[in-house]
């Protein structure tokens, strides 16, 4: 049977509905990988933040007379203590992150060497996260 011009003219609704179909897969996908990539970018701006309080507050710690450093930074005190600004937040500058609190412990003390831990937990999106870094001092 030989088909003419007036049958081949114009889209039937299964192509349209198969492109409409093709078309919000596509559009899904895109979407899916900007919400990712979002994510991803606020988490990386998050850790940075909370690395650059964690260098900060080392910094501070190596400057830092050995003799001073168990009554300038309280082991296992959150934000060094009371006060308003707490002292670490004049350290770091004002805290940045959501519920960020700075902790530094003391893992090893000896009589000329003292192992410091200095850790920083925040809140992200409903999830704690923690950073921490170690270092020593010795009394030289």
Same mark, same amino acid.
């Given at each position: 049977m030989k088909m003419t011009a007036r049958h081949q003219r114009g889209n039937t609704l299964i192509e349209l509905l198969v492109s409409l179909f093709v078309l919000v897969?596509?559009?899904s996908g895109l979407l899916l990988m900007y919400l990712s990539g979002n994510l991803l970018s606020e988490? !990386?701006?998050?850790?940075? $933040?909370?690395y650059e309080?964690?260098?900060?507050?080392?910094? =501070?710690?190596?400057a830092t007379a050995f003799t001073a450093i168990a009554g300038n930074f309280p082991a296992g005190v959150a934000n060094g203590g009371g006060g308003n600004p707490t002292p670490y937040a004049r350290i770091v500058g004002?805290?940045?992150?959501?519920?960020e609190t700075i902790t530094v412990?003391?893992?090893?003390?000896? !009589?000329?060497?003292?192992? $410091?831990?200095?850790?920083?937990?925040?809140?992200?999106?409903? =999830?704690a996260r923690a950073a921490s870094l170690l270092t020593v001092r010795t009394n030289m």
């Open positions: 897969t596509a559009s988490q !990386a701006r998050q850790e940075r $933040i909370a309080d964690l260098r900060d507050m080392m910094e =501070r710690i190596q004002t805290y940045v992150l959501p519920n412990t003391y893992p090893a003390i000896a !009589a000329d060497r003292r192992e $410091i831990l200095v850790t920083v937990t925040w809140t992200q999106r409903t =999830r």
